[in-house]
């Protein structure tokens, strides 16, 4: 969850005001959707390969939960996605930029913040929600149908970067 906010607030919001125009260029956006889609396609692979061994070691009665292997740390991969991914450069350089102007225009520098700062209230109260269903709901499911959500959310991953690549390659042809 402190991923994005952190790279939005210091990264993506400043570097989306200063480069508005860039992303009318086609090819800059069809290389940030591809790239994009290979980060999303080598986290679900992660996380199935993940779930396999998992399976393997429930198999040998030695179960270990996934988040005791040498895997990357979650907020680092919520940088990788979050960079790899064309929406947050494409969101704060046209709509966000846009609104921050509009506020400034308005109401000087307070009124350019309000809309960042209610964009992240509402994306963590969002996320907040997310991370306490599925702690809850973790409690409700057997551990032993864990690794298999992991091969399951891998998929999911593994087919949101197939689309994300397919659909960026044919939105922006050579």
């Known amino acids: 969850m402190a991923a994005p906010l952190l790279l939005d607030a210091f990264l993506m919001l400043p570097l989306g005001l200063a480069l ?19 980060v999303l396609g080598w986290l679900g692979f992660n996380s199935m390969r993940a779930g396999k061994a998992a399976l393997r070691a429930q198999a040998n009665s030695q179960y270990r939960p996934p988040s005791e292997t040498k895997d990357i740390p979650s907020f680092f991969k919520g940088v990788l996605t979050h960079l790899s991914s064309p929406f947050p ?5 046209t709509v966000g930029a846009s609104f921050i102007r509009q506020g400034f225009a308005r109401d000087g520098f307070s009124g350019a913040l309000l809309f960042p700062l209610g964009f992240w209230l509402g994306a963590s109260a969002f996320t907040l929600l997310i991370i306490f269903a599925a702690a809850q709901g973790k409690r409700l499911l057997p551990a032993r149908l864990e690794p298999w959500l992991y091969c399951l959310s891998g998929l999911f991953l593994l087919g ?8 960026t390659w044919w939105d922006f042809p050579l």
């Not at 949101?160 to 659909?167: F, H, M, P, R």
């Open 89 to 93: 450069y494409l969101y704060w350089a």
């Open 20 to 38: 508005q125009g860039l992303f009318a260029s086609a090819g800059a956006a069809k290389s940030l959707g591809l790239t994009g889609g290979c």
């Open 160 to 167: 949101s970067g197939i689309v994300l690549a397919l659909q």
